[in-house]
Structure formats: structure tokens, C-alpha cells
């Protein structure tokens, strides 16, 4: 998951979750408030515009304000995927392939990953 779609799922779900106002307009001009950022920013942001990128100062800000960590979600699937490989290698040599095979997948996967 990118920093970016990140940043709009937080502001979405834990800064201005449905529900919280009437529409998504509003909703994104309380989470601009929220994080003293301009509407359009917000609304780039919320919407995950390809075009902006999310800065680190605004990461821990996103951060402060929800409590949640943007490592914690790439580090949980980290530990669920070498879970799985550890319980295909406790399985024996016939599943030794499928273990070396199911490592690469996650390897070339997790290195098109942006970093934070």
C-alpha cells in the first residue's frame, strides 16, 4: 500500500469517517480542519490523486491524529507472510518447491512497493 492510499484511507475511515457529516464534501472540509490543511489538499489527498504525493511531515500528522502507524499495516503482512512460509517448510521436501515458490512471489511483490 502506497503513502498515499494510505493517507486517504485514514482520512476516510478515522479522521472524517462516514457518518461524521452529511456529505463527502463537508467530510473532507472536517478533516481539513482537523489537520490544518487547505481543502484542496484534503481533497487531492482524500481522493488519492495520482498527481501529489504525501510528505512525511504530513504522514506523522495523519499519524498523531489516529494513532495509527503507517509501518504497522507493511509489517503485519510481513509477519504473515513469513508465517506461511515457515508452515510450508515445516511441511517436508514436497512442499519445499511451493515454499521457494510462494517466497519469490512475495519478494518480487513487496519490492514494487513504494517505501515510507
Known sequence: MS?????SDQLQNY???????A???????????KLRWSYWRTH????????VSVKPREL????????????????REYD???????SLLAGGKED?????V???RALAGSSHRPRA
Do not use: F, M
Open 3 to 7: 503513502e498515499l492510499t494510505w493517507a
Open 15 to 21: 479522521i472524517a469517517p462516514p457518518g461524521s457529516a
Open 23 to 33: 456529505g463527502k464534501g463537508e467530510r473532507i472540509r472536517n478533516a481539513a480542519r
Open 44 to 51: 487531492s489527498v482524500w481522493y488519492a490523486d495520482e498527481r
Open 60 to 75: 506523522r500528522e495523519i499519524e498523531v491524529l489516529t494513532g495509527v502507524k503507517y509501518g504497522q499495516e507493511q509489517l
Open 80 to 86: 504473515e507472510l513469513i508465517a506461511a512460509a515457515e
Open 96 to 100: 519445499l518447491r511451493s515454499a521457494a
Open 102 to 104: 510462494t517466497l519469490l
